[in-house]
């Protein structure tokens, strides 16, 4: 590892869960009291297509065939999940730092990733991206090198100032990393392989989130509308309104198009937004789609053919067309709900990994699979604890 400013070489799915928090966002945690040894309760061995929730107290693992719960992890505290990008792992946002989750044997490793404040967790191009808010510490790795343990070979790089941001790193070695510091966050900067700056962008104000569409094209979330980089340089995707907020993503490898939230009210002490964004790489234009009802920011997904899906707060999973900006389709599951005030409060969740979308609802602690080729419902499972968060490895 090195200085800052220095770097050394040294997908419809679930998620895991356990840690600390963060700050108010999709990825961030405020800080927990210190834990005990995790206490674990696994049945399995070899967990199928693993899918974890997090609850009040800890993290179960669930095979994500049957919904039946495989491990039951103790961790005290508000729990957040990432997946680690690869078809086993996933990472729990702990007082330590990113903890990893075996949730193939369901259970809580002692790997950890030391970090101040862990924060948004990136996989693409077969790279997983840590960045620690409270340091602004960057951590990357191959994804297919977390085995047992610590991959032997991290690059690590420090932003110049600590902010809760997040970074990409794409297949030619490139870093995308935000700018900001504890007061503001403005833009986003990319280093070469080398770690020397290559572009810069400052026109980004409120930067959040991110995500990558076809072609490798990398779009975050500002306050105003978008800003993408492909090709070597940033382009400005303007809002329709002078405050037109996208702060959580989703795309698609399949796509051009990246699905994002749209808030207009910046004085709203939560807005409950009912429009979504549909943001095309390919021309930098941005479009709106109504819905029915509005969502939170655990209600993004995208389908196996690129399809956009929209959890709503009116209990039905809503899929729109990302061509024509139409939806084509709903799936009700559950009666309707409202979003908690307190981001940290259980809400119902969507995680999407192939074919089949799992949804979580928390007035009645189930979690259902739902196939997106038919919209049935393939398998449903009633929880002993009110779910919060939900992830799963990758296919």
């Known amino acids: ?80 999940l990432n997946p680690a990008g690869d078809d086993r792992h996933l990472f729990v946002s702990t007082s330590d730092g990113f903890q990893v989750l075996d949730a193939a044997a369901g259970e809580l490793t002692d790997t950890v990733f030391p970090a101040d404040t862990p924060g948004h967790v990136v996989r693409h191009g077969g790279r997983t991206v ?138 709203a002490e939560l807005e409950r937004p009912e429009r979504v964004a549909l943001v095309d790489t390919s021309d930098a234009s941005l479009s709106l789609v109504d819905l029915p009802s509005s969502y939170t920011f655990r209600s993004l997904g995208r389908g196996p053919q690129g399809e956009a899906l929209v959890l709503g707060t009116d209990g039905s999973l809503h899929v729109i067309d990302q061509e024509e900006g139409e939806i084509t389709d709903s799936v009700e599951l559950m009666d309707p709900w409202e979003e908690p005030l307190e981001w940290q409060q259980p809400r119902p969740a969507l995680f999407v990994r192939g074919e089949t979308a799992y949804v979580t609802d928390t007035a009645t602690r189930q979690i259902h699979a739902v196939d997106l080729g038919t919209g049935e419902v393939t398998a449903s499972t009633t929880l002993e604890e009110t779910p919060n968060e939900l992830s799963g490895v990758s296919s």
């Open 130 to 267: 840590l960045f620690a808010d409270g340091s602004g510490e960057v951590t990357s790795f191959d994804t297919d090198a977390l085995g047992d343990g610590t991959p032997e070979d991290l690059d690590v790089y420090t932003t110049e100032e600590a902010h809760h941001g997040v970074a990409v790193e794409l297949e030619d070695g490139e870093l995308l990393v935000t700018l900001g510091d504890e007061e503001e966050r403005v833009g986003a900067v990319v280093l070469d392989a080398d770690r020397e700056e290559i572009a810069r962008s400052e026109d980004c104000p409120g930067v959040h989130g991110e995500t990558t569409a076809e072609g490798g094209t990398v779009v975050i979330g500002c306050e105003d509308g978008a800003l993408m980089y492909q090709d070597g340089e940033f382009t400005k995707v303007e809002a329709e309104h002078d405050y037109g907020r996208i702060g959580n993503q989703a795309g698609s490898e399949d796509s051009p198009i990246v699905l994002g939230d749209y808030k207009t009210d910046p004085d």
């Open 1 to 80: 590892m090195r200085t800052p400013h220095t770097a050394t070489r040294a997908a419809l799915p679930a998620v895991l869960s356990a840690g600390l928090l963060l700050t108010a966002c999709s990825t961030g945690a405020d800080s927990a009291p210190e834990e005990e040894a995790p206490a674990a309760d696994t049945a399995a061995a070899s967990v199928a297509e693993p899918i974890a929730v997090t609850y009040d107290g800890g993290v179960l693992v669930l095979d994500g065939t049957t919904l039946e719960v495989a491990g039951n992890i103790e961790l005290e505290g508000f729990n957040r």
